[in-house]
């Protein structure tokens, strides 16, 4: 079993959809959680932290359930510019410096 | 500031040889790490630094593989007779420090080797 599942997608979806993503993680001494999102032959670039009471950053909210161990990412009024890989990440046990990454959700959005 | 930087941004190698990959981390991060993507494939862990020593190398794949850090900053990643298995794009991040809101990691846009 992978230590961080996703969909691997595609999710191809209209300008303005709304669109959820999930991930689940089988450590649960994991203790940071992110959302990174890599475009076509680019670097990863963070999209955000997870956090337990769930955060939001404009169209983006994100939730972390540790006791299903299952993290998502809700993208609203999804734009063009949102098509991407979007990454699952949560940091190996017992620290916080090395990243287990999913493989990641692809999202294309078209006109 | 500059970001992470990395060189070269493309290697394309004979089967065999040995090449040295390069990251320069934002300045002022203590930590630096080096992760794997194969095509197709999610990122994975290889090493990292805190200063110049590797708490966890545990992601390096065989001991054809090697990596440094000098001074606190530059990191060189070695790979020794390579092998077209080792075909990847090798990424480079850093973080201001490693414990619990000093971790998160910016990226470098990595350096594409090719083993023929």
């Known amino acids: 079993r992978k230590e961080v599942e996703q969909d691997p997608g595609p999710f191809n979806v209209p300008e303005g959809a709304t669109v959820a993503f999930n991930c689940t993680y089988s450590?649960?001494?994991?203790?940071?959680f992110f959302w990174y999102r890599q475009d076509c032959r680019k670097e990863p670039k963070l999209l955000m932290s997870?956090?337990?009471s769930g955060n939001e950053d404009g169209r983006f909210t994100a939730q972390l359930n540790r006791a299903s161990q299952y993290i998502s990412l809700l993208i609203r009024d999804s734009k063009l510019s949102d098509s991407a890989t979007y990454l699952c990440?949560?940091?190996?046990?017992?620290?916080?410096?090395?990243?287990?990454f999913g493989a990641g959700t692809r999202l294309a959005v078209h006109p | 500031g500059a970001g992470v930087s990395q060189s070269p941004s493309n290697k394309v190698t004979e089967k065999g040889k040995d090449v040295e990959l390069r990251c320069d981390p934002i300045?002022?991060?203590?930590?630096l790490y080096w992760y794997r993507q194969s095509l197709g494939q999610g990122l994975e862990f290889l090493i990292y630094?805190?200063?110049?020593?590797?708490?966890?190398k545990s992601g390096l794949p065989s001991d054809r593989f090697s990596a440094e850090r000098t001074g606190g900053s530059v990191s060189t990643l070695t790979i020794q007779r390579t092998q077209q298995e080792d075909s990847a794009v090798y990424l480079c991040?850093?973080?201001?420090?490693?414990?619990?809101?000093?971790?998160?990691?910016?990226f470098g846009a990595g350096t594409r080797l090719s083993v023929l």
């Open positions: 991040a850093s973080s201001s420090g490693t414990g619990k809101g000093k971790n998160i990691q910016y």
């Open positions: 450590n649960s001494a994991s203790q940071s």
């Open positions: 997870v956090y337990s």
């Open positions: 990440v949560v940091t190996a046990s017992g620290g916080y410096n090395k990243l287990i």
């Open positions: 300045s002022g991060h203590t930590a």
């Open positions: 630094f805190q200063g110049n020593s590797a708490p966890d």
